[in-house]
């Protein structure tokens, strides 16, 4: 155990993260968050991040969860966004934006449905009514990557910070 707890401290390390007074450092970028979403350690050392919030009505705190893989790692934006929406039980109800970020243009894609909730090559539990919102956010050398998961209705109380959220490393010059 105490083998695997320092494996995922050096893995935390290796990709640069860094969490305190609202902000978190992901692979160079220094993304702001508000006050209400909490900075906590990676359960996993595929993510670069995680910020946890909690939302009036929803039964756990939503996630969202940031990950950089490197330069040449991660695919591009059209790969990511099709594999998100490939997450849905069936194709769903969706929208890919471009956000300026003060000159930098970020990737959202926001999708409604039946989500298949899961690790990544485990066990599914579909969730009816569920948003995703998933972020392309280009980094000095390769993208950082958000995905935020959670009822429809919860996610919407959050969907205005997490736009902010996603344009916070970019500030106006």
């Known amino acids: 155990m105490k083998r695997l707890l320092s494996l995922l401290a050096l893995a935390a390390l290796s990709t640069s993260v860094l969490a ?15 006050a209400t979403w909490t900075s906590v350690p990676p359960t996993s050392p595929m993510r670069a991040g995680t910020l946890q ?27 990511n966004i099709t594999r998100w929406l ?7 109800e969706s929208k ?10 970020v990737t959202l894609v926001t999708a409604t449905g ?21 972020a ?4 000095n050398d390769a993208p950082v990557f958000i995905k935020l998961t959670g009822p429809k209705d919860a996610v919407a109380k959050v969907s205005d910070s997490f736009k902010s ?6 500030p106006a010059k």
């Open 53 to 79: 919030i909690a939302v009036e009505g929803a039964e756990k705190p939503l996630e969202a969860v940031f990950y950089y893989f490197g330069a040449g790692q991660g695919g591009d934006a059209q790969a």
């Open 114 to 134: 039946t989500y298949n909730d899961g690790p990544m090559m485990g066990p599914k539990t579909p969730k009816d009514n569920y948003t995703l919102l998933g």
């Open 136 to 139: 392309i956010v280009p980094g």
């Open 96 to 105: 890919t934006e471009e956000i300026d970020a003060n000159g930098t243009k």
């Open 165 to 170: 959220l996603l344009k916070s490393p970019f």
């Open 20 to 34: 305190e007074d609202g902000k978190l450092a992901v692979a160079g970028l220094n993304f702001a968050y508000p």
């Open 86 to 92: 490939g997450q849905f039980a069936s194709p769903p």
